[in-house]
Protein backbone atom coordinates (compact mmCIF):
# COMPACT_ATOMS: atom_id res chain seq x y z
CA UNK A 1 0.00 0.00 0.00
CA UNK A 2 1.52 3.28 -1.15
CA UNK A 3 1.74 5.91 1.69
CA UNK A 4 2.74 9.37 1.51
CA UNK A 5 4.08 9.87 5.27
CA UNK A 6 4.95 13.71 6.24
CA UNK A 7 7.28 15.08 8.96
CA UNK A 8 8.07 18.62 10.16
CA UNK A 9 5.90 21.61 10.71
CA UNK A 10 4.99 23.11 14.17
CA UNK A 11 5.14 26.54 15.66
CA UNK A 12 7.41 29.42 14.73
CA UNK A 13 7.71 32.98 14.88
CA UNK A 14 7.61 35.13 11.84
CA UNK A 15 11.09 35.43 10.25
CA UNK A 16 11.57 31.94 11.12
CA UNK A 17 12.31 28.94 9.28
CA UNK A 18 10.99 25.18 9.03
CA UNK A 19 11.33 21.96 6.75
CA UNK A 20 8.75 19.90 5.54
CA UNK A 21 9.46 16.42 4.53
CA UNK A 22 7.36 13.41 3.05
CA UNK A 23 8.37 10.19 2.40
CA UNK A 24 6.91 7.61 -0.32
CA UNK A 25 6.37 4.04 1.45
CA UNK A 26 5.03 1.00 -0.31
CA UNK A 27 5.98 -0.46 -3.28
CA UNK A 28 6.41 1.76 -5.92
CA UNK A 29 7.81 1.64 -10.15
CA UNK A 30 8.49 5.58 -9.85
CA UNK A 31 8.03 9.29 -8.33
CA UNK A 32 6.53 11.63 -11.23
CA UNK A 33 5.43 15.50 -9.99
CA UNK A 34 5.46 16.00 -6.31
CA UNK A 35 3.74 18.91 -4.62
CA UNK A 36 3.01 21.04 -1.83
CA UNK A 37 -0.56 22.38 -0.85
CA UNK A 38 -1.83 24.04 2.22
CA UNK A 39 -5.08 24.87 3.32
CA UNK A 40 -5.50 28.07 5.68
CA UNK A 41 -9.05 27.92 8.55
CA UNK A 42 -11.67 28.90 6.26
CA UNK A 43 -9.95 28.92 2.50
CA UNK A 44 -9.62 26.11 -0.14
CA UNK A 45 -6.25 24.29 -0.22
CA UNK A 46 -3.89 26.08 -2.38
CA UNK A 47 -0.63 25.13 -4.43
CA UNK A 48 2.44 25.89 -2.73
CA UNK A 49 4.95 24.21 -5.01
CA UNK A 50 5.79 21.42 -7.56
CA UNK A 51 8.93 19.65 -8.68
CA UNK A 52 9.35 17.54 -11.14
CA UNK A 53 11.24 14.08 -11.75
CA UNK A 54 13.85 15.89 -12.93
CA UNK A 55 13.68 18.75 -10.39
CA UNK A 56 12.43 21.42 -11.82
CA UNK A 57 10.39 23.72 -9.47
CA UNK A 58 7.04 25.97 -9.65
CA UNK A 59 6.63 28.34 -6.90
CA UNK A 60 3.46 30.20 -6.04
CA UNK A 61 3.94 33.66 -6.43
CA UNK A 62 3.40 34.34 -2.76
CA UNK A 63 6.36 31.93 -1.41
CA UNK A 64 8.53 32.82 -4.01
CA UNK A 65 12.12 33.54 -2.89
CA UNK A 66 11.28 32.39 1.01
CA UNK A 67 10.40 28.81 -0.12
CA UNK A 68 12.42 25.83 -1.56
CA UNK A 69 11.07 22.71 -2.92
CA UNK A 70 13.42 19.76 -3.29
CA UNK A 71 13.37 15.76 -3.62
CA UNK A 72 15.68 13.18 -3.36
CA UNK A 73 14.52 10.26 -5.66
CA UNK A 74 16.47 7.19 -4.09
CA UNK A 75 14.96 7.86 -1.04
CA UNK A 76 12.13 8.93 -2.19
CA UNK A 77 11.80 12.08 -0.07
CA UNK A 78 10.62 15.43 -1.03
CA UNK A 79 11.39 18.48 1.08
CA UNK A 80 10.20 21.84 1.74
CA UNK A 81 12.30 24.47 3.07
CA UNK A 82 10.75 27.16 4.04
CA UNK A 83 12.38 30.59 5.52
CA UNK A 84 11.05 34.28 6.61
CA UNK A 85 8.16 32.91 7.31
CA UNK A 86 4.94 35.25 8.15
CA UNK A 87 1.57 34.87 9.68
CA UNK A 88 -0.07 34.27 6.53
CA UNK A 89 1.91 30.96 5.97
CA UNK A 90 0.08 29.61 8.87
CA UNK A 91 -1.82 26.26 7.32
CA UNK A 92 -2.07 22.64 6.71
CA UNK A 93 0.30 21.36 4.27
CA UNK A 94 -0.04 18.73 2.79
CA UNK A 95 2.51 16.64 0.56
CA UNK A 96 0.91 15.54 -2.78
CA UNK A 97 2.49 12.96 -5.34
CA UNK A 98 1.61 11.21 -8.66
CA UNK A 99 3.34 8.08 -8.42
CA UNK A 100 3.68 4.72 -10.33
CA UNK A 101 2.60 1.89 -9.11
CA UNK A 102 2.87 -0.06 -12.60
CA UNK A 103 4.66 0.54 -15.74
CA UNK A 104 1.78 2.04 -17.13
CA UNK A 105 -0.69 3.07 -13.75
CA UNK A 106 -0.18 5.99 -12.30
CA UNK A 107 -2.20 7.96 -9.80
CA UNK A 108 -2.12 10.84 -7.16
CA UNK A 109 -1.62 10.21 -3.42
CA UNK A 110 -2.05 12.50 -0.69
CA UNK A 111 0.31 12.87 2.64
CA UNK A 112 -1.90 13.67 6.14
CA UNK A 113 -1.12 17.13 6.67
CA UNK A 114 0.95 19.09 9.12
CA UNK A 115 0.47 22.00 10.62
CA UNK A 116 2.39 25.18 10.44
CA UNK A 117 1.56 28.02 12.77
CA UNK A 118 3.66 31.24 12.31
CA UNK A 119 2.54 33.36 15.60
CA UNK A 120 4.41 35.24 17.78
Known amino acids: QVQLVQSGGGLVQPGGSLRLSCVVS????????MGWYRQAPGKQRELVATITRVGVTNYADSVKGRFTMSRDNAKRLTFLQMNSLKPEDTAVYYC??????????????WGQGTQVTVSS
Open 26 to 33: GSIYGLNT
Open 96 to 109: KGYIETTPTMSREY
